[in-house]
C-alpha cells in the first residue's frame, strides 16, 4: 500500500527521527507525551496539531506519542481500524495495521490507545504541551484571544483539554513538566527538509497575491480576491488558507487585520492583500498594496514607495551574528537622507517617515508551522533557520492611513532567502500587473 493517499510525503521518517532525539536532549530522564487533535464533527478536512506533527507527522485523530527521554524509545498510539470509514472515507493510519504505520513514522513502536494508560510512567516526569494547543489557522495570538473570550462568557466555563491533560497525568504519574517552551525553543530554528516545504509555500503565496493583482480592477469585490488567492492555494496543493484573508481597500486598510472582505472595488482604491496558504501544515506570510485603476495615487506612490524601499535596504542587511536592533539603525540611517529629498504632500507624511524609522519594528513575528510562531528572536543575534515576517509599517493617523509591505524570509548560512520574494515590489511593475488577467466573471452574491 503507497503511503501518498493518506499519509504526507513532504517529510521523510529520518526527519522526524531527527527531531524526536532532539527531543530526549532536551527532557533528560524524563518522558514527553504528544496530545494530537480529535475529530472536529464537522465534515471538514483533518488538521493535525502543529506540535503533533512535528515529532511524527501522523495527520488521524485521537493519536498519541509517547517518547522516553532515558531509552530513546518512541511509541505510537492510535485508533484500532473502522471498517465503516474506511469504506466509506478511505483508509488512514490506525494500530491494527502496526507495520505499515511504523514504516511510514519511523517510531519504534504502535500500539492500540487503549494501552496508553498502562504505559503511562508512573513515578517519573512527564512533560505535556500546556500551551493551547494550534489547530487549523491557529496560533498562540489567536487561541490567547479566544481564551480571554472565554472568561469573559458566564456559562462557558469549561476546563482546557490541555489543563485536563495535566491533570489526568498529574494523577496517574506525579510530577508534571511543560513541554511547550521546549518545542517551541526547537520549532524556531528550521531544519533545510522545513525550508523546502516553508519555499513551497512561499512561491504559492507569491503566485496567488499575483493572481489577484491581474483580476483586480473596479467592481471586484474584496472577496473575489480573496478566492482568486485561495483557489492558487488549492490548485497548488495546499490545503487551503492558513489563516483567514486580508483584502482590504479604501478605509478597510486602516484596521490591519481587517477580515470582512466584502467591499466593492472603486477606482482610485488602493488593496492590501495578506494572505498565504497551509502546506504540509507550515506556512507563510505577506504583504503588499495595489491601485485598483492601474496607477496609485500620488499620496500612496509616495509613501509606500519608501516603505518598500525601506523594506529592500532591510533585506540587504540581514545577516546571520547581526542584531536586529544594528539592522534597523543602519537601515534609517540610509534611508533618512532619501526622505528629505522627497516633497512629501503633507508634513503629517514626513512625521511619519520619520516615525517609522525612529520608533517602527520591522522585524515582526516569527513564521513556521503558524503564521504568527511561538518562539521570539528578537532579542538575539540571528541564525541560520530563523524565518520571520520583515513588515516596516506606516500610520498617518489624521488621514487613516495604513502602509506596509511585508514578506518571509529566512536567515540562510551567507544571508537571507525571501520566500515570497517572486511577489513584485517594484511600483511600476505592479501597476503594469493590475487587470492584465481579464475579468473576473462570478456570481455577485451581494446583490
Same mark, same amino acid.
Given at each position: 500500500?503507497?503511503?501518498?493517499?493518506?499519509?504526507?510525503?513532504?517529510?521523510?521518517?529520518?526527519?522526524?527521527?531527527?527531531?524526536?532525539?532532539?527531543?530526549?536532549?532536551?527532557?533528560?530522564?524524563?518522558?514527553?507525551?504528544? /496530545?494530537?487533535?480529535?475529530?472536529?464533527?464537522?465534515?471538514?478536512?483533518?488538521?493535525?496539531?502543529?506540535?503533533?506533527?512535528?515529532?511524527? =507527522?501522523?495527520?488521524?485523530?485521537?493519536?498519541?506519542?509517547?517518547?522516553?527521554?532515558?531509552?530513546?524509545?518512541?511509541?505510537?498510539?492510535?485508533?484500532?481500524? %473502522?471498517?465503516?470509514?474506511?469504506?466509506?472515507?478511505?483508509?488512514?493510519?490506525?494500530?491494527?495495521?502496526?507495520?505499515?504505520?511504523?514504516?511510514?513514522?519511523? $517510531? %519504534?513502536? #504502535?500500539?492500540?490507545?487503549?494501552?496508553?494508560?498502562?504505559?503511562?510512567?508512573?513515578?517519573?516526569?512527564?512533560?505535556?504541551?500546556?500551551?493551547?494547543?494550534?489547530?487549523?489557522?491557529?496560533? /498562540?495570538?489567536?487561541?490567547?484571544?479566544?481564551?480571554?473570550?472565554?472568561?469573559?462568557?458566564?456559562?462557558?466555563?469549561?476546563?482546557?483539554? +490541555?489543563?485536563?491533560?495535566?491533570?489526568?497525568? &498529574?494523577?496517574?504519574?506525579? +510530577?508534571? &513538566?511543560?513541554?511547550?517552551?521546549?518545542?517551541?525553543?526547537?520549532?524556531?530554528?528550521?531544519?533545510?527538509?522545513?525550508?523546502?516545504?516553508?519555499?513551497?509555500? =512561499?512561491?504559492?503565496?507569491?503566485?496567488?497575491?499575483?493572481?489577484? #493583482?491581474?483580476?483586480?480592477?473596479?467592481?471586484?469585490?474584496?472577496?473575489?480576491?480573496?478566492?482568486?488567492? +485561495?483557489? $492558487?492555494?488549492?490548485?497548488?496543493?495546499?490545503?487551503?488558507?492558513?489563516?483567514?484573508?486580508?483584502?482590504?481597500?479604501?478605509?478597510?486598510?486602516?484596521?490591519?487585520?481587517?477580515?470582512?472582505?466584502?467591499?466593492?472595488?472603486?477606482?482610485?482604491? $488602493?488593496?492590501?492583500?495578506?494572505?498565504?496558504?497551509?502546506?504540509?501544515?507550515?506556512?507563510?506570510?505577506? &504583504?503588499?498594496?495595489?491601485?485598483?485603476?492601474?496607477?496609485?495615487?500620488?499620496?500612496?506612490?509616495?509613501?509606500?514607495?519608501?516603505?518598500?524601499?525601506?523594506?529592500?535596504?532591510?533585506?540587504?542587511?540581514?545577516?546571520?551574528?547581526?542584531?536586529?536592533?544594528?539592522?534597523?539603525?543602519?537601515?534609517?540611517?540610509?534611508?533618512?537622507?532619501?526622505?528629505?529629498?522627497?516633497?512629501? /504632500?503633507? +508634513?503629517?507624511?514626513?512625521?511619519?517617515?520619520?516615525?517609522?524609522?525612529?520608533?517602527?519594528?520591522?522585524?515582526?513575528?516569527?513564521?513556521?508551522?503558524?503564521?504568527?510562531?511561538?518562539?521570539?528572536?528578537?532579542?538575539?543575534?540571528?541564525?541560520?533557520?530563523?524565518?520571520?515576517?520583515?513588515?516596516?509599517?506606516?500610520?498617518?493617523?489624521?488621514?487613516?492611513?495604513?502602509?506596509?509591505?511585508?514578506?518571509?524570509?529566512?536567515?540562510?548560512?551567507?544571508?537571507?532567502?525571501?520566500?515570497?520574494?517572486?511577489?513584485?515590489?517594484?511600483?511600476?511593475?505592479?501597476?503594469?500587473?493590475?487587470?492584465? &488577467?481579464?475579468?473576473?466573471?462570478?456570481?455577485?452574491?451581494? /446583490?
Amino acid at each position: 500500500m503507497e503511503a501518498g493517499p493518506y499519509f504526507q510525503t513532504a517529510f521523510s521518517p529520518s526527519e522526524f527521527q531527527r527531531r524526536r532525539r532532539r527531543l530526549c536532549d532536551a527532557i533528560g530522564e524524563g518522558t514527553a507525551l504528544l /496530545q494530537g487533535a480529535p475529530e472536529t464533527g464537522a465534515f471538514s478536512l483533518f488538521r493535525q496539531y502543529n506540535d503533533f506533527f512535528y515529532f511524527c =507527522g501522523v495527520e488521524t485523530s485521537h493519536a498519541y506519542l509517547l517518547v522516553d527521554g532515558r531509552s530513546g524509545q518512541s511509541t505510537l498510539y492510535l485508533l484500532p481500524r %473502522d471498517e465503516r470509514a474506511s469504506q466509506s472515507d478511505g483508509p488512514e493510519l490506525n494500530a491494527d495495521d502496526a507495520e505499515i504505520a511504523r514504516r511510514l513514522t519511523g $517510531v %519504534d513502536d #504502535i500500539k492500540p490507545i487503549a494501552a496508553l494508560p498502562q504505559d503511562l510512567p508512573h513515578g517519573r516526569r512527564v512533560f505535556v504541551c500546556q500551551a493551547a494547543a494550534e489547530g487549523r489557522q491557529a496560533c /498562540q495570538d489567536t487561541l490567547r484571544y479566544a481564551a480571554k473570550r472565554l472568561q469573559q462568557d458566564p456559562l462557558r466555563g469549561a476546563i482546557s483539554a +490541555e489543563a485536563e491533560l495535566c491533570e489526568r497525568i &498529574g494523577a496517574a504519574c506525579g +510530577e508534571v &513538566g511543560d513541554l511547550s517552551p521546549i518545542v517551541a525553543e526547537m520549532r524556531a530554528l528550521k531544519s533545510e527538509a522545513e525550508l523546502q516545504v516553508m519555499r513551497r509555500a =512561499g512561491a504559492l503565496t507569491a503566485e496567488a497575491l499575483k493572481y489577484a #493583482i491581474r483580476l483586480t480592477q473596479p467592481g471586484v469585490y474584496e472577496y473575489q480576491l480573496a478566492a482568486a488567492a +485561495e483557489f $492558487v492555494f488549492l490548485a497548488g496543493g495546499a490545503m487551503g488558507g492558513a489563516y483567514r484573508p486580508i483584502v482590504a481597500s479604501a478605509d478597510n486598510i486602516w484596521n490591519m487585520h481587517y477580515y470582512r472582505n466584502n467591499r466593492r472595488l472603486e477606482a482610485g482604491d $488602493v488593496v492590501l492583500m495578506d494572505y498565504a496558504p497551509d502546506v504540509a501544515c507550515y506556512t507563510s506570510d505577506i &504583504g503588499r498594496m495595489w491601485p485598483v485603476a492601474g496607477a496609485y495615487p500620488t499620496a500612496y506612490r509616495d509613501l509606500y514607495g519608501f516603505v518598500v524601499d525601506y523594506h529592500c535596504v532591510l533585506l540587504e542587511l540581514i545577516r546571520p551574528g547581526e542584531s536586529i536592533d544594528a539592522i534597523c539603525r543602519r537601515a534609517a540611517e540610509r534611508m533618512r537622507p532619501v526622505a528629505s529629498r522627497i516633497r512629501w /504632500q503633507k +508634513e503629517s507624511h514626513a512625521a511619519a517617515v520619520e516615525n517609522m524609522l525612529a520608533n517602527g519594528r520591522p522585524f515582526t513575528h516569527p513564521v513556521g508551522m503558524a503564521v504568527h510562531d511561538g518562539e521570539p528572536y528578537l532579542a538575539r543575534a540571528l541564525e541560520p533557520g530563523v524565518v520571520f515576517a520583515l513588515d516596516p509599517q506606516l500610520w498617518v493617523p489624521e488621514e487613516r492611513l495604513y502602509v506596509r509591505v511585508e514578506d518571509a524570509v529566512a536567515v540562510v548560512a551567507d544571508g537571507v532567502e525571501n520566500l515570497t520574494a517572486a511577489a513584485p515590489h517594484a511600483l511600476d511593475e505592479v501597476e503594469r500587473l493590475v487587470g492584465t &488577467g481579464g475579468a473576473l466573471e462570478l456570481l455577485d452574491v451581494q /446583490q
